[in-house]
Every structure is written in structure tokens, then in C-alpha cells.
């Protein structure tokens, strides 16, 4: 949805400060699109005076900040464009840089192409994080060098006057495929609950988080599935074989898949806990009997019914809603 915003007036992100004027760092801002309400989700495009240079501001919410997964989806997404074209073999370079923000030492992602066969000469992307929002730039054009789009990106981000971040963040690890894959399973059964089930396993899930368990700290490794694709990004934290996290694209949605082994007298677990976030809200997803293969939760990210949501918004108060089924409560 288009953002209705002066010609002639600034624009403000209302949660992180970011001012963008209509003339900025000598680009013309040509549009303001929100995706998410409240500001959660949005873009700011900007053109150089001869359209020959396009570069887009996104900020906006993401399942966990993890600049390292994320920086790794920004360029899978953009070497896939097949509108940019294909990148030269050789001159596609990647790179990590200290925000202005003071969000980390080398915390930021930047990755740069030449570019040939398609609409463009070059492209590149940086990215980072401020205060749990992921700030994103992307710059293609027809006739500057892939050294001159690094150039032109770091001008619009040395111009952004956020203040200092009040979360500091790791240095960007550069990701690696995977010695060896996940065995997903791409059939699986999803466990039915009666009503304190249900109560039970959403308080037993509850310890997992999306964005914990994606987060990068020091001391652990990463590594990129093999079976990941440009639709999904599969990330193991220290090559774990019983959990990964799923990057659906590259626009900050995710899914933590997680084992879990329970025994009780009220319920007995031995399966998968998938819950997945927008960085907006949290959502547990009914038991999986086994490893779901990552296009299972792509494929039905929006049809498949959650049991509890958890709202992660800035200025919430992370309220857990527990969803019952009806069919799940006895008739008297």
C-alpha cells in the first residue's frame, strides 16, 4: 500500500527515527509503501535524476536479527533476480562494515555484482540491525560499476541519523553450506489435541522462541543446509540434526522447527514444535509426528491454523493468546 506523503515534506519511520527527505543524499524519493500496519514493514524508493540508478530503503520487523542469515538471503535473493540478469563469474563480492548506529563492530552485511545479460550493469544490498529492526538497502543500476553501487550505498547509509542502538550485535559470520543434510520428511501427521492438551503442549512450547533460537552469538556456528533454495533458506545453529531455522525469502519470515520428548500422565510428546514469526507476532503451530521439509512450512505458512500467538511487537506487552479448537470442548 502506498504511504500518501508531500512531494514537498519529510518522511519519518515512526519507530526508529529514520528521516528520509524528498531530496536525499541527491536521489529523489519517488515512494513510501507500507506492508505492515503501523509502520512495521516499509520501503522508501528513490531514482537518481536520469532513472538510471534505482536505490530502496526497507525497514521493517524480521523472526530473529540475525544479520548473518539474513545478509545470506539478501544475496541468494539477488543473484536470482533473473530481471537484474546474471552475476560475472568472479565479481559477485561480499563484505561486513560497522554501522554508524554503534550496533557492533562489522555487525553490518554488504554484498555487490557486476552484472550481465539483464536490465542492469550492477547491483548490491547492505544491511543491518537497529534497536531488533532489520535496516536493508538494495541499488541497481545501468551505469554505475559495482565499486561505484558500494559507493552509492554507503553514501545513503552514512546519511541515516538513527542515534545509537540500544542492543549491540555480533560480528556478520559468512555461511557455509552444511557437511551433510537433514533427512526431512515431506509426509507428516499433525497431532491432534483435546482441549487440555492443547493448554498443555502450548505451555510446554512455550520455551522455544523464534527469535532466541535464531539469533547469532558468539561462539556459534552456522551453516546453510544443502536442500536450502532461493524459496527457503534451512540454517543449522552448530550443525544440530534435530532442529533448524527456516528463512521463508528473504523479508524477515521465519519458522524455528525444534525436537520435542515429553512424557506425562496429561500428555506424551515425541515429534516437532514449528513455530514461526514476521517479528510481529509468534506463532506455535500444531505437533508435527515428524521433520517437516521446509516447503511444507513455506507452502502453508497461511493455512495452517496456530494454537498460540504471541505478540512481539514494539510497545506490546507480549500477551500469549492461547486459540482453542472448538471441536475440542465437550458438549454437556
Known sequence: MNVDVSPDETWQHEWTGLAIPPTYRGYIRTGVKQYAEDDMNVSIQLWDGNGETSITIYVYRTASPNISIWGDRALTAMI?????????????IIGQFSPLNDSGSESAFHAVAKMEGGNVNATGVSLFAHNDWIIKVRASSEVLSAEE??????????GMELGTSG??????EFIADCEDGL??????KI???????QLIFSSTADRFSVTESGQSRDGRTWCRDPQSSVEVGIYRSDASDNSYFAALGDSGVGALVSRLRTSSQLLSLNGYVVQTSDGLYERLWPFFNKMPHPMILA???DDIAPLSTVDVRPGSDGQQTIIVDPASIPEK
Request: charged fraction near 10%; hydrophobic fraction near 35%; charge should be negative.
Open 80 to 92: 536470482s533476480n533473473a530481471n537484474l540478469g546474471n552475476p560475472v563469474d568472479g565479481e559477485v
Open 149 to 158: 553501487i558500494t559507493q552509492a550505498i554507503g553514501n545513503i547509509i552514512s
Open 167 to 172: 542492543t549491540t550485535y555480533p560480528g556478520v
Open 183 to 188: 533427512d526431512f520428511a515431506n509426509q507428516v
Open 191 to 197: 497431532q491432534q489435541f483435546d482441549l487440555v492438551g
Open 299 to 301: 507452502n502453508n505458512y
